[in-house]
């Protein structure tokens, strides 16, 4: 069983940067890729960047050279640096670990 807690989600302007972070905890959550997602009002929820064990990672089109997900293997959590944001980037966005979701984090992008 993996227990997921996200934190730093917030309001911002356009251009500006959030950071998420999303901790895990339980027995197998040191095995497993990370990743991120979002959903918007009114939309399906949509892959944002994930990152293995290794370290490898992956982004979506519409957030790569803006977004950077990074993992650190000693606390078990997984950061996503959010930069340039756009307001098509407001959503509440879920960490997610194998099976398990965290519970969500709202990202608003408005003047």
């Known amino acids: 069983q993996v227990q997921l807690v996200e934190s730093g989600g917030g309001s911002v302007q356009p251009g500006g940067s959030l950071r998420l972070s999303c901790a895990a905890s339980g027995s197998m959550s040191r095995l497993y890729s990370m990743a991120w997602y979002r959903q918007a009002p009114g939309k399906q929820r949509e892959f944002v960047a994930s990152?293995?064990?290794?370290?490898?990672?992956n982004y979506a089109d519409s957030v790569k050279g803006r977004f950077t997900i990074s993992r650190d293997g000693a606390k078990n959590t997984v950061i996503l640096q959010m930069n340039s944001l756009k307001p098509d980037d407001t959503a509440v966005y879920y960490c997610?670990?194998?099976?398990?979701w965290g519970q969500g984090t709202q990202v608003i992008v408005s003047s």
């Open positions: 997610q670990m194998f099976l398990s």
């Open positions: 990152v293995t064990v290794g370290n490898m990672t």
